[in-house]
């Protein structure tokens, strides 16, 4: 009998950990991705309301790549190879992208920047990548993003090296939400060529 309690009070132990380690397991993405979005580690970009107050006349190289699943079926491409700018100045690029298929696809971008002790520094005001995108079938767009790079980054022991910076997107296919199967509805009462997935 005490065998079987000691076997009883293992068991439970083991299960408590394996508990404890499924829950930690969870956290560990929002909490890696704090991490990032307060240091700029891994290249995670920093956002901000309005643009800086501060210009300064050192320039910098921002550079614009692109990315895609192969199997979600859009075109995505930097409207723009490159953009100089002055360190605090507002920026704005544009990324075109383009649904070729016959069915509405529903996408979220990812990004970061490169060198990584840059980003940190590397300021969206405003991206489409704050939000999922849905292009309906033969819908091209052009999607904006508004940045600057904070004057700061003169100062950083590392960053103040950096000439250029390339911001990188890629695209992957999300499930369609339930707001966006309305608008394709609408849009298909509208046309008869766009089908409901």
Not at 172 to 190: C, D, H, V
């Amino acid at each position: 009998m005490r065998a079987r309690n000691k076997n009883s009070a293992l068991a439970l132990r083991l299960l408590a950990i394996v508990v404890f380690m499924v829950g930690l397991s969870f956290a560990a993405v929002p909490l890696y991705n704090l991490f990032c979005k307060v240091t700029g580690f891994g290249g995670t970009t920093s956002t901000a309301d309005a643009g800086s107050d501060v210009i300064l006349n050192e320039t910098i190289s921002i550079r614009f790549d692109a990315s895609i699943d192969p199997s979600m079926g859009w075109e995505f491409r930097p409207a723009q190879g490159a953009m100089d700018l002055r360190i605090g100045e507002t920026g704005l690029a544009f990324y075109e992208a383009y649904n070729p298929t016959d069915r509405p696809i529903a996408g979220q971008a990812v990004y970061n920047v490169t060198p990584f002790s840059a980003g940190g520094y590397f300021t969206k005001i405003d991206c489409f990548c704050f939000t999922e995108q849905l292009l309906m079938p033969g819908e091209r767009v052009m999607m904006p993003v508004t940045f600057f790079v904070d004057p700061e980054i003169v100062t950083d022991a590392e960053g103040k090296f950096v000439r250029e910076i390339t911001l990188s997107y890629a695209f992957g296919e999300i499930e369609l939400t339930e707001e966006m199967r309305l608008r394709i509805a609408e849009s298909a009462q509208n046309d008869e060529n766009v089908p409901i997935n």
